[in-house]
């Protein structure tokens, strides 16, 4: 019998899958947050594989050396209460895995919460990316226009994305630049990024929203700066104004193709509250044509 | 009255229609067996009004099997559909409510059930008692779960099965954006076998408590019954929150309040706390029975008692406090912060310790043994590797920041199926195949059963492993199709091969029941594996009482050491035998609890209050019913017991 073959296969895909990290878009990162989360999962991976070694080295040990055969028919296995030691050793190690482990989870996650250490010093390009059935709306408020389903930004230049939805929770990913994040209807979120190469990189949201889920992808394009603010020239020259009614009937759709315009929603249907607001219960403030837009910095991401 | 067809109506589509021939020509094919084999008489008398435990495990089993299957066909279609890209199979309808009644029917209707199952049939006897605390609230119990079950079944084909995954999130739950009665069918349907477990639980508890032999102290008790006892703490702490997350769902849906909808204030993200709350500890009712059957076959198949019992239960006791801590490591992506998503990251991980305290004492357990691989044995060794894989990227998942890239895709469905598969359908099999000779009195084929096994083992890698690295490629879960130039193709094909495999080895599974039902030889004294706890001494079949004889436990292992070590257990002369009568009301609620659902469901309020009255009539006759049970004479045991071969006294 032979026990072990799909073990050992198992464990060989695990090593075969490292390398081959430029196919897996999740370790491939084009920007610093990616990067960031890169690293952790290859970390992680890494301190969990020795685990994985120990426990299997110790499991074919056992299986091999303690099976019924002929030679140990007449064996009686002795009675064993437990060893404090030897417990208190798989108690002990796991422990210092666990705080080691948390430790770089609680700055990673801090990393990825804020603008990304090496642009600190510039000002985020803020973009408001909000998801209705089954297509994404980036409003741009401070160049004054609004695309759908693709979204464009200078390179190596911060972007805060603040997120919400007209509808189910939505998530927005754009794996090889930064983790994803909830978009919600009831407040709004917050996701940095830099992308530290140009080209397109594929969107999309993660969770599950109904029938055309599968087809909720976007295009997201870093381009030089100078390209950048030739596109808004373009846009702002050349695409027609958003009306209300306009978004009305955008949101009614199920799926649109790619939309330009040359301004943007959030002057006649303003974002909700953010998060730790929302968190307050306190709904009185609900309609936030006073923070419409606002530009100011945001203390969201302080704890 | 506003009674109109047209919501009834499942739109056609041939996998409809055939769902629906198929359950119309099973139906018709049971009516017609019962009445020409002339059967309707036995199965009311044995088997709808059972209060007995062992005969109501052994219809928990068999539900949870058929549900098995009913969940594996679901899975199948949704490998199938994801094979190649641009699959035809499925529309996106259709595959959102196969993976959302595929999620929870292998959960509340496939492995809870099941353990349950085995519980009611192995808990009592494992300490010694002749029944559970309260025989009749566990018909009720059975009853609710059967018939909770059953409403969500019909759902596919009549009016439309929940669409919006087994995590039900507001607002896509919500009327507005699942105006089919699918939710309605989800809050009514978990509603009704929720009340079930409930009550299971505060059974189970109070018969550990009280019922244990003599002698049986809480640290002599057999590591399932710990398990037993924690899993089912956990349900009363844990469902009366599910209870209340379905109740706002199905007011906000039937009677249009707004808990958690997107106006006037209702909070989506309240009901992703709800449901988290109940649902993570709910992965725990399921997994940590699981390791209670592990201990016992890992025990009895190494020839030693288990290494490191008191870390065994302390583990199990801070897991359980732990599974209460963690709810929030399933939306750490909603924007909490970085404080928030800390605590939940530690505490999550913080689980990683006491699990594998439990594995190196498994492993230790081995140590020093005499292993032999029988079919629950092989099962119970392939858990740990795999279950290890499952564990080791549960604690990648659980680091808040990795997790922003691993939320929602394939590595997290293949990171639970990693730990659920093992966890716990392995185990009920293992359990399965360890018990069933102490209920049926024979074994079941160990070639076949192996068989079964490596097509299982193997297949499951093959299904699932592929999903761990698409998930690195930005697969996201829920998705019915994906387009050529994702490059997904190649791996989910695979799988969908692994997916085949897996049918194919249950199939050998059920193949094997029946086979062995007719050739294998009966077992003669009721010990087939030379195990060590109680169970395993009383007579296989198992008389109705249990044990003539209420045993003297003087240390773990009771069973071992009157085999081995000449310790008495039954010192005491035969007595007459209380036992519960029979009663078919338990059955009768069940089927009003149906029909209450089924109408409110559909709206259709007059039916609904006829129904709802009903149910308070069955609950009044049930409690103001005056029947103590009965006696059974010391003769009738003794007569019993010789004819059973009379090992006990
Ligand atoms: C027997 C083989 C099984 C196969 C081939 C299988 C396959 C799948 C697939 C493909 C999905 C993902 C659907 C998607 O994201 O599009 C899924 C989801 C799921 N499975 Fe399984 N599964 C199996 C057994 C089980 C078992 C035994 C359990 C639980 C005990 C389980 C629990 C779940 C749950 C909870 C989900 C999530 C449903 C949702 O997203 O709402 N599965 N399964
Ligand atoms: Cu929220
Ligand atoms: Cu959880």
């Known amino acids: ?126 973009i408001y990316a909000s998801s209705s059935n089954w297509k994404w709306h980036f409003s741009y408020p401070e160049e004054g226009i609004e695309t759908v389903n693709y979204v464009n930004f200078p390179v190596n230049r911060p972007v805060e994305f603040r997120l919400y939805s007209f509808g189910p929770i939505t998530s927005f990913w754009i794996p090889q630049l930064a983790g994803q994040k909830y978009a919600m209807s009831d407040m709004t979120t917050y996701l940095n990024l830099v992308a530290e190469t140009q080209g397109d990189f594929l969107g999309r949201n993660t969770n599950f929203s109904g029938k055309g889920y599968a087809q909720m992808e976007f295009t997201a394009t870093s381009m030089s700066s100078d390209d950048y603010d030739k596109w808004v020239k373009d846009v702002k020259s050349t695409a027609s104004q958003l009306t209300e009614d306009k978004f009305k009937s955008l949101l009614a759709a199920a799926h649109v193709g790619r939309e330009t315009f040359s301004s943007t929603h959030l002057t006649f249907s303003p974002p909700p509250a953010e998060h730790s607001e929302h968190m307050d219960m306190d709904h009185s403030n609900m309609d936030h044509s006073n923070m419409e837009m606002s530009t100011d910095e945001h203390s969201h991401q302080s704890n | 009255m506003n009674f109109d067809l047209e919501k009834f109506k499942v739109h056609g589509e041939p996998l409809i229609y055939g769902a629906m021939i198929s359950i119309a020509l099973v139906s018709i094919g049971i009516v017609v067996g019962l009445t020409v084999f002339r059967k309707w008489g036995w199965l009311w008398r044995e088997w709808l009004t059972t209060v007995d435990h062992k005969r109501i495990g052994v219809m928990y089993i068999l539900a949870a099997l058929l549900m098995l299957f009913r969940g594996g066909i679901d899975a199948l279609m949704m490998r199938l559909q994801t094979a190649a890209p641009d699959m035809k199979f499925l529309d996106a309808q259709h595959y959102n409510e196969v993976f959302t009644t595929h999620g929870l029917i292998m959960i509340l209707f496939m492995a809870m059930p099941f353990i349950i199952g085995l519980m009611n049939v192995v808990v009592p006897l494992q300490i010694g008692a002749r029944d559970v605390a309260f025989p009749r609230l566990n018909a009720v119990s059975f009853w609710l779960f059967f018939f909770g079950a059953m409403l969500l079944n019909i759902s596919f084909v009549i009016g439309g099965s929940p669409d919006a995954g087994w995590s039900a999130y507001f607002p896509l739950a919500s009327l507005e954006f699942s105006p089919t009665v699918g939710n309605n069918y989800y809050s009514l349907a978990l509603q009704i076998s929720g009340i079930g477990t409930l009550m299971t639980g505060v059974n189970f508890i109070v018969t550990i408590l009280k019922m244990r032999a003599p002698g049986m102290k809480l640290m002599r008790m057999p590591m399932f019954t710990w398990s037993v006892l924690i899993t089912n703490v956990i349900i009363v702490f844990a469902f009366p929150v599910l209870t209340v997350a379905l109740a706002l769902m199905m007011f906000d849906r039937l009677f249009g309040s707004q808990f958690f909808t997107m106006a006037n204030g209702g909070m989506d993200m309240l009901w992703a706390n709800l449901f988290w709350v109940w649902g993570h500890p709910e992965v725990y009712i399921v997994i940590l029975p699981a390791f209670g059957i592990y201990s016992e076959i890992i025990a009895t198949f190494s020839k030693k008692n288990l290494y490191g019992y008191t870390s065994m239960v302390a583990s199990m006791l801070i897991i359980s406090l732990l599974s209460f801590l963690v ?130 083992i193997i297949s499951f890698n093959v299904a699932f492993f592929p999903l761990f690295i698409l998930g690195l490629k930005g697969m996201t879960r829920r998705m019915y199709t994906y387009s050529a130039e994702t490059g997904f193709g190649p791996l989910n094909m695979i799988s969908f091969a692994g997916a085949l495999g897996l049918a194919i080895g249950f199939v050998i599974l059920v193949y094997n029941i029946y086979w062995s039902t007719r050739y294998m030889p009966r077992d003669e004294n009721g010990d087939p594996w030379d195990a060590r706890t109680l169970e395993w001494a009383t007579h296989s079949p198992i008389p109705e009482y249990n044990f003539a004889v209420v045993p003297k436990v003087k240390s773990r292992d009771p069973f071992w050491a009157m085999k081995h070590d000449k310790q008495p257990l039954f010192e005491d002369p035969i007595t007459k035998i209380h036992m519960p009568s029979n009663t078919g009301k338990p059955f009768v609620l069940g089927v009003v609890f149906f029909f209450l659902g089924f109408f409110l469901v559909f709206s259709m309020w007059i039916p609904a209050i006829v129904a709802g009255i009903g149910v308070l009539i069955v609950l009044a006759a049930m409690s103001f019913e005056r029947d103590h049970g009965f006696y059974i004479p010391a003769d009738k045991v003794i007569t019993t017991e010789q004819k059973l071969g009379g090992g006990t006294v």
């Open chain 1, 1 to 126: 019998m032979n026990k072990k073959g799909p073990l050992y296969a198992m464990f060989f895909s695990l090593f075969l899958l490292l390398p081959g990290c430029s196919s897996l878009t999740v370790l491939n990162p084009q920007g610093p947050a990616a990067k960031t989360l890169s690293d952790t999962i290859i970390l992680s991976i890494l301190v969990m594989l020795g685990v994985l070694a120990v426990v299997y080295i110790l499991y074919i040990i056992m299986l091999v050396k303690y099976r019924a055969k002929k030679s140990n028919e007449g064996y009686i296995p002795p009675h064993e209460e437990g060893n404090i030691w030897l417990e208190a050793t798989w108690i002990a190690i796991p422990i210092i895995i666990v705080a080691f482990l948390s430790v770089v989870t609680v700055k990673t996650t801090h990393a990825v919460e804020n603008v990304p250490a090496d642009y600190k010093d510039q000002k985020p390009l803020v």
């Open chain 2, 327 to 456: 709810w929030a490591h399933h939306f750490y992506t909603m924007g909490q912060g970085v404080m928030v998503n800390g605590f939940f990251s530690i505490t999550t991980m913080a689980i990683a310790v006491p699990t594998g305290v439990k594995i190196f004492n498994w492993l230790f357990t081995l140590r020093k043994g005499r292993i032999s691989f029988t079919t629950p044995m092989l099962y119970s060794l392939a858990f740990i590797p795999i279950f290890t894989i499952g564990g080791v990227t549960g604690v990648m998942l659980a680091m808040a920041s990795a997790d922003y890239q691993y939320h929602n895709t394939m590595f997290l469905v293949a990171h639970f199926h990693y730990v659920l598969i093992p966890g716990a359908v392995f185990a009920v099999i293992a359990g399965f195949h360890y018990w069933f000779p102490k209920v049926f009195g024979f074994r079941l084929n160990e070639r076949l059963g192996k068989h079964a096994f490596w097509w299982i």
